[in-house]
């Protein structure tokens, strides 16, 4: 039912079966993530608690706590409980990834970045058979840098291009992104922006865009970017 955004009907579902087993926590975990998705965090409080209860070791109870905090903005809370979840499921790369998120909203840097890789285990890399980048030399070498979320984290890290040649010695930088920031960054940088996939030339590395902050600041790189780093065109 939730997979089709039924939340009343799962919810009437989730109610009966608790009547037959009041002692099950996975519905109380279930009814937990229902009430998150419907923004009744109190509630969901409460049944994550009566799950935790039945079943502490239960990961899935930890992971919905950890978002729940998250939302309400308690990263030191969700930290914990995402810790605890992946003490339980360490190879979970989508709450790995979570983790990362808060480590960044709490200011922890470098192991959040580290930590916010483990992203990149569940979405396809833009093109299947070409090297992900992992910080090695590119004397000579092209690389594709692409975008995988929202237009702001382009723009936010469009800094860091222009150092794949200066530090890195990229030959060429091939950047794949929405048209919005093809318009915005054309001209600079060095680079050459591709907003339709199939026209993009064959390249040596690809690396996703919001990978670049981790890999050029274990080589000491970020710190030397220079602000403003757009500039308008006319």
């Known amino acids: 039912c939730t ?16 009547q037959i087993d ?17 923004h009744k965090l109190k509630d ?6 009566q799950a935790l209860a039945l079943s502490p070791e239960m990961a899935q109870i930890h992971i919905n706590y950890g978002y729940l905090y998250q939302l309400v903005g308690d990263y030191e809370k969700s930290r914990r409980a995402y810790e605890r979840a992946l003490i339980i499921e360490p190879q979970n790369m989508e709450v790995r990834g979570w983790y990362g998120m808060v480590l960044l ?22 093109r299947l ?15 594709c840098v692409y975008s995988e979320q929202g237009i702001g984290d382009c723009v936010m890290c469009v800094r860091y291009l222009d150092a794949l040649r200066t ?11 929405p048209g919005e920031v093809s318009n915005l960054i054309i001209g600079q940088f060095g ?3 591709y907003s339709d996939l199939l026209s993009l030339p064959p390249h040596d590395y690809q690396v996703a865009m919001l ?9 000491g790189v970020a710190a030397g970017i220079e602000f403003p780093y757009l500039k308008a065109t006319v």
């Open 105 to 126: 909203s709490l200011g922890q840097w470098r192991t959040g970045l580290s930590q916010y890789e483990a992203r990149l285990g569940h979405n396809t890399p833009l």
């Open 167 to 177: 530090s890195w010695g990229a030959k060429r930088i091939l950047v794949a992104c």
């Open 191 to 193: 680079v050459e922006t």
């Open 211 to 219: 990978s670049l902050p981790l890999h050029l600041d274990r080589a």
């Open 129 to 143: 058979g070409v090297q992900i980048w992992s910080g090695e030399p590119l004397h000579g070498k092209t690389i």
């Open 44 to 49: 969901a409080a409460l049944m994550l608690n």
């Open 22 to 38: 009041p002692t099950d926590a996975h519905l109380y975990c279930q009814l937990g993530a229902h009430y998150i998705q419907q």
């Open 3 to 18: 997979k089709d955004d039924n939340y009343h009907e799962a919810f009437e579902y989730l109610e009966r079966a608790l």
